[in-house]
């Protein structure tokens, strides 16, 4: 969803409508101000659904949660799906088994068998050798 033109002077002229959160409504519209841009930050103002509006007021959904839906017209991922990612992009390089422990544990034992010869394969492949600290899952 687009940032709306609608100038942070005239939001202010608005009912801020949340003590916690930049949201104001202006005859049954909800609007969620915010900051965006690194070193210059601007003020934002995106027209917020009333649906999502009365998530984010319920505690059932963050403030960064309804800035990530506003800015890419959808929910951000979730901790599963985040994982599926990481599980679908380790695959295609395993390497990070080697150097990454922590990631063995989005793998079954009968994947990390797949998994572990290749990325040890490309680890010696890189390096030479594998680290002298590693040790494998499969023993």
């Given amino acids: 969803m687009a940032p709306t033109k609608i100038t942070w002077e005239e939001v202010q002229s608005y009912t801020r ?8 409504e202006n005859n049954g519209q909800y609007y969620f101000v915010t900051e ?8 934002v103002v995106y027209s917020l659904p009333e649906k999502d509006y009365q998530l984010l007021e319920e505690g059932k959904r ?9 800015q890419n017209d959808r929910w951000p991922p979730t901790k599963e799906e ?15 088994l080697i150097n990454n ?3 063995q544990k989005l793998f079954s034992k009968a994947e990390l068998e797949e998994l572990i010869p290749l990325a040890e394969k490309a680890w010696i492949d890189w390096k030479g050798k594998l680290p002298d600290n590693y040790i494998s899952p499969l023993k």
Avoid: C, M
């Avoid at 985040?82 to 990070?96: Q, W």
């Fill in 62 to 70: 963050s403030a960064s949660d309804i800035h990530f839906k506003l």
């Fill in 82 to 96: 985040n994982d599926e990612i990481r599980r679908n992009s380790i695959k295609r390089g395993p390497i990070t």
């Fill in 101 to 103: 422990p922590s990631s």
């Fill in 17 to 24: 409508v949340s003590s916690r959160y930049n949201v104001y």
């Fill in 36 to 43: 965006e841009g690194g070193i210059a930050p601007q003020i």
